[in-house]
Structures are given as C-alpha cells and as structure tokens.
C-alpha cells in the first residue's frame, strides 16, 4: 500500500443529498470515510435525507409545513381530510418519529389499535390486508401503520406543497432519463420551495460546524440528484470558496458522456467509478500538489470546455487496501424503521439497521445481457478474503454496536460466502447478515444450511424472466427447474428468498410472458419462494443489449443529441408482446402472491384484456422439486460438523431369536433431538471422529480423509454406510458436505 498522505490540508466533507433509506445509511460516505483513515486524512460526513426527514417530519416540522396550504385552495378529498386533522397530526408526530427509531416500543400498543393515529387514504388498502396482522407481531403491525401514516404525510406534501417529493426518490423524474438538462436546470432556477428551504437549512449547519474546502456529494440514484444541484446551487452562491464534487452510482452509469457545461453551475467536479483514488488525487489538485492531468476519472470545466482527466500512472486500489467503513458522524440512533409491505423478506430493505459490507467488487458471472457489463462497477471482479470481511465484521459491530450485516455484492460467490460461514463460526459471531446471489446449483441443501449457522437470514435473486429461452437469451447461466431446486434448499434451512422479476425482455412473447407468470405462481404454491420484485426490462446504453440492439431484434431510439444523462434507451420490440399492458396485473398478482392470496386464482382474471392459457403443466415446480438429489461423493468434498457433540447409549435389538447390539447417538439441537442408530462399531468410529470435524479443530476434513479414516478402522461398505439412511440425516444435527 502506498504510504499515508497526512499532509493534506483540504477538510473534506462526505455528503449523502436526499433521500436514501431511511432505516440505515446508504453506505458510501462510510466506504470513503474508511478509506481516508487509512491513508491519514480526515474527513467529516453527513446523511441530509434522514436530517430533513426528521426536520420536516417533527412537530416543529408540520406546524410549518400546513401554514403553507392555502385552505381555501382546491384539493383531493384525500388533502382535505389530511389538513383538516392536521392538529392530530402535529400532535402525534414527534411520538410516531420516536417510536420508528425504537426509542418509545410501548406505543405499538395503541397504534395497533388504530385509535392513535389519523387515518386517511394509505389506509385504504389495511381491510384486504387485514388477514396478515394476525401473524404479525403487534410491533411490525404498527410499524406498518406508522408508515401508512407517514405515506399519507407524503401524499399530502406533493399534493400541496411540493410535487417532487418522495421518499427516497425526491425529484426523480426530473433526472431519471434526463438525456437533456434543460428541464433540470429550469426547475434549479426556480426559488427553493418549503422542502429546499429546510434542506439548505440543514446544509448550511453542517457547513457550519464542519467548515469544509471540499463537499463532496455521493448520488447513488436519480432520486438524489436534484438535491445534490440544489445543494451545490446554493454554496455557489453562498460559500464560493468551498469546492463541490459528486460522484456515485448516478454520474457512474448516466454521465459517462456528458457534453452540457450547464452542469459545472453547480458542480466543480464529477468523478466515475471507485470514489477512492479519484477522491484522493482531487484532494491533492485543491491543495495545487498535482496539476489537473493527474486526476483520475474526473470531469471539470476549464473555461467553456468539459475535460475529462484519466490519470493512467495513478491505480486504483485493491479492495484489501479500502479500510473499514467508518460511520462515525451519522446518526445511527435517528434511522426510521419501516414496513412498507407485510413480508418478512421484503421488509429487510426497511426495516433494521444493517451495517453495509461487501464480499466482492463486481460480478463473477458478468455476463447478462441487460447488465452493464461493460462498466468497471461490474467487470471488475474482485473478491476480498473471508478473514478481512470478519474483521472488518468485527471491527464495525465494536464502532456501531449493530451485529446485522447487508453484503451489498452485484452476486455474493458461494465459495467465499461458504467461507465466510466457517469464520464467522470459527469466530462465534452472532450476526445475522443477508445478500444478493446468483441462483447458482452450488447452493446445495448443506451450504445453505451451513450458511444458516453462520447467521444467513435471508438472499435476493435474479429469476428474471421465468422462462428458459429467455433465461438462455439473456446468458444468465440458470435455468426455472434449477431455481426453483436451489430455492428450496434455502427455504428448507430456513432462509429467505426473494427474487428479482423481468418482463418484456426484447422478443418476449405474450405466452412467455403468462408462462412466466405461472412459474412464479407455483414457486409461491410449492413455498420456495417468499418475496418477488416485477420490473419491466429498461435498455441500457452499456450493456449487449443496448450496445447491439439488431443481435437482440430490438430498435433503439436515441435523440439526436444527448448532452446530460445517458444511459436507459428507449427502444422498440417489434416482435414481442405489449409489455406494458402486463404491468398492472403481473404486480398485483405478486402482491397477492407473497401475501398467500389468490394462488388458485386463474391467471387471466389478473388481466383486462385477453391472454394466452398457460403452457406450463400446473405442477411443474412440485415435479421439479421431488426428483431425487444425488449426495455429495467427490473425494474433495468439505465436511464439518456444526452442532453438539452427542450422547450416546447401547441398545438391544431382537429379530428371529437373535439379538445384537446397536448404538444410538442423541444429538441436542435448538428446537428438538436427532436420534440416529447405528452398528456398535460404526457408532463408536463416528463419535471418534465427530470431534475432528468440529469448526476449530485445527483442519477441515474432506469425505476421501474421512473415507481413510472409517477404512483403517476395518468398517466395511463406506458408501452404503455414508450415504445412505441414517446418516444422510445428519445434516439436522449439524453435519454438512459440500
């Protein structure tokens, strides 16, 4: 690693604009921050989207906000209820606020009630959900009724106050596909409305107290971006002397051709890809130690021209290089938590507070034709070891006192995600962590339930479109069958899965698109699926399908001249369905779906207009799911034992006059006892060598060592013995191959 730069001058201040999540930090501030430890130099930072959510989302906060609604100005029926209970609102808020962040837990007994709060059009939807709060406990029911409460707050807003605002997408639409920054730039010349004002209130505090040269904004999203201009706006105008930069997932995958020097209005600089190398030669431009050709990856305007500078003598650094994301200056305490829809699954995204890790920079597979496969965020694979990332574990549960974990990986690899479930074990950390994957056939029923052990609650997965010449067309290297197969094994071992949807991938059929529908209902029926996602295929300018459009019988249609944003493309599919017809009714069959409604329902009644009948026969997946998996018989095959060491005790067993001795082994498991019997002298050769396969004993064993072993003990038939009944039950107390 190079050495330690602690000789800048420029303090630096890392800025997430509104809105992210709001039950814990959008990670990248805390990634530079860590960052920057290790290379010596300070740096301060800042989540505005859960400052602003808290100033305007507080008593003080809704006092002003309805002395900006005109009474006698026209409104839905919605508004009107809303503003006329808006005393009950001021005085419920601060309250609500509080138990969100679990600070006040006995409230959700009277919210649950529903006598506390005003109810107004969010609530609407609570009578066909009502079924569900009685599995819920009564802390998630009011968590949920607090976040209808605080959507109707948001209705209420755009409806009379500000039209752009959203929960974690504030002004989206101005930026989502914003080939011109025409619109953009207008609505920036309009004075600051309430939700700015509050905004640039909150930023000029921290400005403030932190006194930075450099304000460095991350915009992961299009729903930040316009908060970012607006905030760069104002400390143009009012701290000149300050420097601005922006980079992030946004300007990664949107500005790579940017051509409108409108945008250095507001911004001085925009970096791409990895923020660490680009943000350490910034530093050393603003304190004039480097001329401005060695910076890396970074746009700036020198007179009316863009320049882009790519330092190619200036690497990037190795993800074991990063350091260990550093959330001090964040408000861990003040995150909301929220349940937008009752699942267990789809509420990990907003409900707890999870520390952001990651496994592996890119994507191993890196090879799916809607992807952006071209760009460094996901071609560049990187794994990092499993030991660092239980460090690194380690080191933010000592900094947050937060034991959950998010690995935010494009697809965490099985291998270092079997890995980091032997450290984490190895270790004894009681975490519970969740990720993205690929619904690779590595996933066997033992990993899964190895990845169980370590703390795995839950995965996310892309299924895509449920339909195996699409699957194939798009290069996703799976198939439905081995889905649904892999599938079951998490749900078995008890964890989660949701899947990731698609319809309207280029030449997708109208029977493509009802088979698929049928595929995902009977993962629902058959139980291996708990939470899905439906989004309509978007073309992007940097992935196969975007950079070869005829390969895939699609037409782009780009505009002339492209001078902000590009990166969705807007395209014609002359040979597949009306892909937007389907929207509404393949989302609001999921709804049902993951809520256990309607699985029996026809699929056509989900449609107004017509649609094909299925071809999928109505138990495939349960077919698919009863053929016989083979056991694991490589010689390399890994063995551990993860569970108790059993007790043990001699039976008698009679039969036609004859009696002989058998050993029963007992093993103590969380929830009940797995009793095996075994030959007397197989029973003693596995309790001997149990101990040697426990996490910790110095090595791990594979099945061709254990073979040897149950051999030189003179026991005959080891794979009539190993792979068979009882010990192919083994994995219920603790004995795992892969």
Known sequence: MPAKRAFLSTPIFLLTPPFTQLNTPYPATAYLKGFLNTRGIEAAQADLGIDLTLAVFSKQGLIELFA???PATEKTANAQRIYRLRHSYIQTIDSLIRFLQGKEPTLAHRIARRSFLPEAGRFAQLDDLAWAFGAMGTQDKAKHLATMYLEDLSDFIQETVDEHFGFSRYAEKLARSANQFDELYAYLQKPPGFIDRKMLHLLEASVQAHQPNLVAFSVPFPGNLFAALRCGQYLKTQHPGIKIAMGGGFPNTELRSLKDPRVFEFIDFITLDDGEAPLEQLLLYIDEKIPATELKRTYLL???TIRFFQHGGCRDYKQTETGTPDYTGLPLDAYIQAIEIINPMHSLWSDGRWNKLTMAHGCYWGKCTFCDISLDYIRLYEPVTASLIADRMEALIQQTGNNGF??????????LMRALALEILQRKLIVSWWTNIRFEKSFTRDLCYLLKASGCIGVSGGLEVASDRLLALIDKGITVAQVAKVNKHFTEAGIMVHAYLMYGFPTQTDQETIDSLEMVRQLFATGVLQSAF????TMTAHSPVGLNPDKYQVKAIKPVHIGFADNDVEHEDPTGADHAAYGYGLK????????????????????DFKVPKTSIAPNYIQQVLEEEEL?????????????ELPASEMVIKSKKGQQWELMELHFETSQSTHTIRLQKEEGAWLLATLPQLQIGSGKISTRQEIQISYETAGLPDFELFWDNKPMNTMYKAGLFQF
């Not at 998010?406 to 291998?415: G, R, S």
């Not at 056991?631 to 569970?643: E, L, M, Q």
């Open 68 to 70: 900006q609604v005109d």
């Open 631 to 643: 056991p694991a018989t490589k010689p390399g095959t890994k063995i551990v034992f993860t569970g």
């Open 534 to 537: 439906w989004h309509q295929f």
């Open 406 to 415: 998010h690995f935010v990986d494009e697809a965490a690899p099985p291998a």
């Open 302 to 304: 020198e007179g009316d």
């Open 588 to 607: 609001k069959s999921l709804l049902n779906f993951m809520h256990g409604n309607c699985l029996d329902y026809p699929l056509h009644k989900w449609f």
